[in-house]
């Protein structure tokens, strides 16, 4: 049977489903964190000038059964839920986890870069949780980088903007 559809709607059921599926995966969130369904990876960041790497941004996939979503796949709706914040907050703590079991790991000469959402950025008490997540991996702040979209430092509080 042929699927006719209009134009801007789904071309196919196999379409359909996959977007019923990934809405489906989106009210799992707080499940996929429990079952620790989302993987983290490094992805190398190139110092042009220099001509090395200069760091590992840590990324994030969230596996779930036979399902591997992309970021683009979820995070736009995680952002939509106001929940990205709880996302960022179990990147960073499990890349400091691993970091800090890792022989040798809290020695290691290379910087890991997070992108921060403007969810974590706003609730309270944000730098305080970050700060303390990193102290108690025993992990050099230095070593600890964060990318923070131009737009959200622009529109954020100046209290913010100090803490930062």
């Known amino acids: 049977m042929e699927n006719h559809a209009a134009p ?54 969230w596996h779930r059964g036979r399902t591997n979503l992309l970021p683009g796949e979820f995070l736009p709706q995680l952002e939509e839920d106001q929940i990205s914040g709880e996302l960022d907050f179990y990147v960073l703590a499990h890349s400091l986890q691993l970091l800090h079991e890792s022989p040798g790991g809290r020695s290691s000469l290379l910087p890991l870069s997070f992108n921060l959402s403007a969810q974590l950025l706003q609730s309270h008490g ?30 954020s509080s100046a209290d913010l903007r100090e803490q930062i």
């Open 8 to 61: 801007g709607q789904a071309s196919s059921t196999s379409e359909a489903t996959g977007t019923n599926a990934i809405h489906s995966h989106l009210e799992n969130f707080k499940q996929g964190i429990e079952k620790d369904e989302f993987v983290l990876l490094a992805q190398p960041v190139h110092d042009l000038e220099r001509g090395h790497i200069a760091a590992a941004e840590i990324l994030v996939q």
């Open 126 to 155: 944000c730098v305080e949780r970050i700060t303390s997540l990193v102290e108690a991996f025993a992990i050099d702040k230095q070593r600890i980088w964060f990318e923070i979209r131009q737009e959200l430092l622009q529109k």
